[in-house]
């Protein structure tokens, strides 16, 4: 029970101090009260989460995405003692995910299965021999394969790595994939300096975007290739906007004035791929002698037609990248995987770094979002909110 006012705030500096000391008490039981809310708000949800079903976007059989997903509710398992307890706050739709539920891609899950490979959750419960991470953790998948289309999920520490939650939400739960790709693949073929110049094609992607950005805070050249399509001064203007040097169409790369480019950057180092067929085969010729191509999509479903003249006369070195690979092959050792996300954190704090451009759709709309994600000439990332 709080004393009247009048009873404590007397002229004399002992009350006045007593009144100070009052203060002081309310401050402390209200952080008390907001720390206790906090803790019991997610006890709560914790309690709602284990008594309920979590929705899940679901298949059952390989096919159209459109078609066979379902939203549908799902029986959430009891905590084991290395589990955790999450919710997923955000979760992105890339090709990859489309290209599981369709059945082509590299790793399948069995069926049925929950779709998404990639997003973040927050951690509401741990179980009983859990050391690394507490509730409140902010994590995103270690590998492909958890299905983070879903409300909540119960999964095991060693599936999951912590991220600072200091970050947008965005860019937390596109993290693990794009940005992952682009970092290796200009860490790992090349020794790329400041002045360098990188080329690639589908610049407008996720990875693309993610180049650019990592290129320009090393100060790396990057010469972008896009398709032709009715909004490319728009598209042009967004991609120098986060860093790009030089922005081109397809049909530039075949076309004589391309010479007028290399009088003001040097040639590339480093090609990287992801459309491959007549594209990939254009980036090639355009390489300095002894540079690298990277592929690591094939978004035309053609495949890579290499110049006799580039393997004899330019010794190039045709190379592929797939980051869930990578993940597999650094499994046994974290450091270098944390290492790398310690950095790109550290870059979106600086703001050199951010999310793709992306459109939020909530689970209940997932054959919007997903019909919008199949669509060509998309520059926009689907991401479903839970």
Known sequence: MWLPLHTVCFRSQRSCRSFSSLLTLRQHRAKVHAHVSVHVKRLSLSAALSAHRCSAL???????????????????????PKDVLVKILAAPINPSDINMIQGTYAILPD?????????????????????????????????AGLGTWRTAAVLAEDDVI???????????????????????????????????????????SGVGQAVIQIAAARGINTINVVRDRPEFTELSERLKAIGANHVIKEETLRRPEVKELFKICPKPKLALNGVGGKSATELLRHLQVGGSMVTYGGMAKQPVTVPVSALIFKDVKLRGFWVTQWKKDHSHDESAFRA?????????????????????VGIQEYRKALDAAMQPYTSAKQVLVM
């Open 340 to 360: 790398m996300l310690d950095e790109l954190c550290s870059l979106i704090r600086q703001g050199k770094l951010t999310a793709p451009a992306c459109t939020e």
């Open 111 to 143: 069926l049925p299965a929950v779709g998404g490979n990639e997003g973040v959750a927050e951690v509401i419960e741990v179980g009983s021999q859990v050391n690394s991470l507490k509730a409140g953790d902010w994590v995103i998948p270690k590998d």
């Open 162 to 204: 912590s991220l600072p939650n200091d970050v947008p939400i965005l860019s937390a739960a596109t993290m693990g994939v794009n940005p992952c790709t682009a970092f290796r693949m200009l860490s790992d073929f090349e020794d790329l300096k400041p002045g360098d110049t990188v080329i690639q094609n589908a610049a407008n």
């Open 58 to 80: 679901l298949y059952r059989n390989h096919g159209d995405p459109t078609q066979v997903i379902q939203l549908e509710d799902l029986d959430l398992p009891s905590i084991g």
